[in-house]
C-alpha cells in the first residue's frame, strides 16, 4: 500500500524509498498476501502485542507494508506507522549492525575471518581464547557463555571487561552455543579495526550511505515519542521507551554486538533489499556481491556468518528455502530474506511489553504471527514453473496451539 507520505517522498527522490508496485506486477497474488491482516488480527485480539508492522518486498519492491494496532496498549492512541514507528529490535542488531559491519572491514580486506581475536584483542591472548578465531563468533562456536550478567558492573568500562574476561565453557570451534557475549566480543573487534565506536562505524559506512534515517543506536529525545515501548516494569524500576531493553547492553552503554539497535520496518526493508541486491542498492555499494554470498552462505549448525538460516518452520515459516537466511529479535522482531524467492519479510512488534494490568502473552502468539506471515509471503508467489502450493484453510494463528485465553487488555487499535 502506498501512502501519501511515500508518494511526496518517491516525488522528490528520497533515497530511502523502495518503489511500491501491485503484487501482479512481481508475480505474486494480492488476494493470498491479504492474509497477512488476519495473522496479525489474531495476534493483537490474544494479547500478543499491541501493535506491529509488517513490510514484505520482492523484486525490488515493496507489495505490502501496514502497521497494525499501536505502539502501546490502549485505545485512541496513535496508529503503528511502518515507516516511522521505531522498535527496539534486540538481537537482529547482531546482523543489521554487527555482523553488517563485519562485512564491510572484511570487504576492504580489514578483517579476516579465520584470524585470531587475539590479533585485534589483547585480552584474547592467554590460553584457549588465544584460538578462537573471528569465524568462530559469527558462527556462535567460539565456546563462550550465552549470556554473562552486568548489571552489577557500574560502568560501562567495568561492563566491557566484565565481557572480555568471561571464560570460555568449551574449547573454541568444538560445540555451537547461541552467545550474546560472543556477539559482543565480535563488536569490540571491529572498534578495534576501525578506530571508533560500533555505533558510529555503522552509521557512517551503512546507514547514512543507505538513507536509513530511523536506524540508530541511542534515539534521541526527539525521536522518543515515535519509539514503541518495550517494558513497563523492567529491572531498572521505570518503563522503558528509546532505552534497551536487553540489561547487558544497557550496561554497554546502550551500543552493544549483540542488542541496542532500533529501527523502522520500513528501514529494515532497504536493508533487507540491498542484501538481496548483493550489497549494493540505489547506486550504492556498501559491499560486493561474493562478501554478501559469503556471509549468508549456511555452514555447521544450520548458521552462515552472523545470520540464521532457514531450517523449516520457525519464524521463517515452512516455504522460504534453504539459502533464505534472517534473524528474530527478543522483543518481538524478525527479518528473513529468500535470495532464491527474492524476496524479504520483516515483522516488527513490541510483544515484550505486557499491559500495566496484565501478564505477557505467551511466546507461541508471536511465533505463529511471524511463521505465518513468512508462509503467506511465499505462498502468494504465482509465477513459479509449477504454480503455487495451495493455501492451508486453517493458519497457525487459527489453530492456536499454546496460546492461553486469559484476560489481556488488549483490543488497542484493532
Not at 506507522?81 to 580486506?109: C, N
Not at 563468533?137 to 563462550?144: E, M, N, V
Not at 556498501?286 to 549448525?301: H, L, M, P, Q, Y
Request: hydrophobic share 40%; charged share 20%; with cysteine.
Amino acid at each position: 500500500m502506498l501512502i501519501p507520505l511515500f508518494a511526496a517522498l518517491l516525488a522528490l527522490g528520497d533515497t530511502t524509498v523502495l518503489r511500491h508496485r501491485p503484487p501482479a506486477d512481481v508475480g505474486m497474488n494480492a488476494d493470498r498476501l491479504a492474509r497477512i491482516d488476519h495473522a496479525v488480527r489474531q495476534g493483537l485480539a490474544a494479547g500478543g502485542f499491541p501493535g506491529a508492522a509488517v513490510v514484505v518486498g520482492r523484486d525490488g519492491a515493496i507489495v505490502w507494508e501496514k502497521g497494525y494496532g499501536s505502539a502501546d496498549w490502549g485505545f485512541g492512541l496513535p496508529r503503528v506507522d511502518a515507516t516511522a514507528t521505531m522498535y527496539d529490535i534486540a538481537s537482529l542488531t547482531k546482523v543489521v549492525a554487527t555482523s553488517a559491519a563485519a562485512m564491510v572491514l572484511y570487504d576492504r580486506g580489514k578483517l579476516r575471518l579465520d584470524a585470531p581475536v587475539a590479533r585485534y584483542l589483547p585480552e584474547y591472548r592467554r590460553g584457549d581464547k588465544a584460538r578462537v578465531s573471528v569465524r568462530d563468533l559469527l558462527t556462535h562456536r567460539s565456546g563462550l557463555p550465552a549470556g554473562r550478567d552486568l548489571r552489577g558492573a557500574g560502568s560501562v568500562r567495568a561492563a566491557r571487561r566484565l565481557v572480555l574476561e568471561t571464560p570460555l565453557e568449551a574449547p573454541p570451534g568444538t560445540r555451537y552455543q547461541y552467545s550474546d557475549v560472543g556477539a559482543d566480543v565480535l563488536g569490540f573487534v571491529i572498534e578495534a579495526i576501525a578506530g571508533e565506536r560500533l555505533d558510529r562505524f555503522v552509521s557512517r559506512t551503512i546507514y547514512r550511505r543507505l538513507g536509513l534515517r530511523n536506524t540508530m543506536f541511542l534515539p534521541g529525545r526527539d525521536r522518543r515519542a515515535r519509539v514503541a515501548p518495550t517494558e513497563n516494569a523492567p529491572p531498572r524500576g521505570y518503563p522503558l521507551r528509546g532505552e534497551v531493553h536487553d540489561e547487558s547492553a544497557f550496561a554497554l552503554g546502550g551500543v552493544a554486538g549483540h542488542a541496542g539497535l532500533f529501527a523502522t520496518a520500513g528501514d529494515l526493508a532497504v536493508f533487507a533489499q540491498m542484501m538481496l541486491n548483493g550489497g549494493s542498492y540505489n547506486g550504492v555499494r556498501i559491499v560486493s556481491d561474493t562478501t554478501v554470498a559469503r556471509f549468508t552462505e549456511r555452514g555447521k549448525d544450520s548458521r552462515a556468518l552472523g545470520w540464521e538460516t532457514c531450517a523449516g518452520g520457525g519464524s521463517c515459516g515452512h516455504y522460504f528455502g534453504p539459502r533464505a537466511y534472517g534473524h528474530t529479535g527478543y522483543t518481538g522482531t524478525s527479518l528473513w530474506i529468500d535470495p532464491d524467492l527474492q524476496t524479504f519479510v520483516v515483522v516488527l512488534s513490541n510483544w515484550v511489553h505486557a499491559p500495566a494490568a496484565g501478564r505477557l502473552a505467551p511466546i507461541a502468539v508471536l511465533a505463529d504471527v511471524r511463521s505465518d506471515i513468512a508462509d503467506i509471503a511465499a505462498l502468494s508467489i504465482v509465477d513459479g514453473p509449477e504454480g503455487p502450493p495451495p493455501m492451508p484453510d486453517r493458519m497457525r494463528v487459527d489453530r492456536q496451539i499454546g496460546w492461553r485465553r486469559e484476560s489481556y487488555r488488549a483490543g488497542a487499535g484493532q
